[in-house]
């Protein structure tokens, strides 16, 4: 099994949709959370990040984590064409070695 | 300030030849990375670098090497490339940690 699991969809939704992603992980010692983003053939980004429980919203983008249920997710309003990309979770604890997700796949239509 | 540049962009190897992907960034960031990416797989770790002088083995280490030649850079070698190698590799860096810069990435195939 992956220490960290996410559907690689793949997502289509309409413009102005909200796009709803997770991921889920099985390590307790993972603490920082993040969201990258990655645009066909570039590199990833980072999107947003989150230490420990709770939530963070950053204009359209909201972060969410249940580090009891051990579950992430990421929420996207109003939704552009250009969000279009690959979502990648990613996690860690204290070493700053990142565990990443699948990724998954958005594509939204104008 | 041109962040993270890797080279070469692309690259046809024959089983059994070596090469050696170069990472550099002007960041003045202490710690970089090498991730490989196969669909379906995510970005998977192969050797990081915490500092300067320093290397450690990733996920997936088998068949790679690493040199971290000065703070700006560090680079990745295939002694003898295999058809499992064909992937996409990333380098990235980091001040924080979590907050990684990741380069535009290098294309390998291996015949």
């Known amino acids: 099994q992956k220490e960290v699991e996410q559907d690689p969809g793949p997502l289509s939704v309409p413009e102005g949709a909200i796009v709803s992603l997770n991921c889920t992980y099985s390590?307790?010692?993972?603490?920082?959370f993040m969201w990258y983003r990655q645009y066909s053939r570039k590199g990833p980004e980072l999107l947003m990040y989150?230490?420990?429980?709770g939530n963070k919203e950053d204009g359209r983008f909201t972060a969410q984590v249940d580090k009891s249920s051990k579950y992430i997710s990421l929420f996207i309003r109003d939704s552009q064409p250009s969000d279009s990309a690959t979502y990648l979770c990613a996690m860690s604890g204290n070493d700053y070695k990142l565990s990443f997700g699948a990724g998954t796949t958005v594509t939204v239509r104008a | 300030n041109a962040g993270v540049t890797q080279t070469p962009k692309f690259q046809v190897l024959k089983t059994g030849q070596s090469m050696t992907l170069q990472c550099a960034q002007d960041?003045?960031?202490?710690?970089m990375y090498w991730y490989r990416q196969d669909p379906g797989m995510g970005l998977r770790l192969i050797y990081y670098s915490a500092s300067e002088g320093t290397t450690d083995k990733g996920e997936v280490p088998n068949g790679y090497n690493v040199s971290r030649l000065n703070k700006r850079e560090f680079s990745l070698r295939l002694e003898s490339a295999a058809p499992s190698q064909t992937s996409v590799y990333f380098c990235a860096s980091t001040a924080t940690g979590f907050e990684q810069y990741f380069g535009p990435g290098t294309r390998l195939t291996v015949t």
């Open positions: 390590n307790s010692a993972f603490q920082y």
């Open positions: 989150t230490y420990s429980s």
């Open positions: 960041m003045n960031h202490n710690s």
